[in-house]
């Protein structure tokens, strides 16, 4: 896997010190309030792992299964195969996601959860490529603003391959291309 990495762009040691940074701000907001953090599968599973673990308040869990990548780079049929489980009407929501790129999915799960009737709704992505936005949404919380570059490692795949690595790294182009 190593051979198709081009560069780490963002270190195991940095990934720790950003992860710990937006825990800390997290659950100094969030310390009365009892959120509930909704993890966007696959791609967050790592990040969501590690977040929960650095904001150590009272707090409930759930998972969205949501895609709208195959195999390819290309945004397409958004598809949703599991919804939150928790009654979130009335409480405080924070939406952990991978990277927000286009802003196309996490704008259809924004409509799709405010439906819901949350007290507030708020995204913390480790990953933010803004100048892939397609759709006007901003995260609350940003663990690392990221260049137009196709990354992979700690929970973010191609062709469910690399989520494994425990860095973020660029791949090499002639593996997507």
């Known amino acids: 896997m190593m051979n198709d990495i081009e560069k780490i762009l963002i270190t195991e040691e940095e990934l720790k010190e ?20 909704i993890g966007i599968l696959k791609g967050v599973v790592v990040y969501f792992a590690d977040m929960i673990r650095a904001t150590p ?8 299964v949501v895609s709208a990548y195959g195999k390819g780079t290309s945004f ?12 979130i009407r009335g409480r405080h929501v924070v939406i952990l ?9 996490l704008s259809h ?11 507030s709704l708020k995204i913390c992505t480790l990953l933010n490529k803004p100048t892939r936005r ?9 663990g690392f603003t990221i260049p137009n570059e196709f990354v992979v490692g700690y929970g973010l795949d191609y062709a469910e391959r690399y989520r494994n690595l425990p860095f973020v790294g660029v791949l090499k182009p002639e593996i997507y291309s």
């Open 18 to 37: 950003g992860v710990a940074r937006l825990g800390k701000q997290i659950a100094e907001e969030y310390a009365d309030k009892n959120p509930v953090f």
């Open 57 to 64: 308040i009272p707090c409930e869990i759930d998972f969205m």
């Open 76 to 87: 397409g049929t958004l598809l949703m195969k599991k919804d939150v489980s928790v009654d």
């Open 97 to 105: 996601e991978d990277i927000l790129d286009t802003g196309r999915t």
């Open 109 to 119: 799960v924004i409509d799709h959860l405010k439906a819901k009737e949350p007290a």
């Open 134 to 142: 397609e759709v006007d949404i901003e995260a609350d919380y940003i």
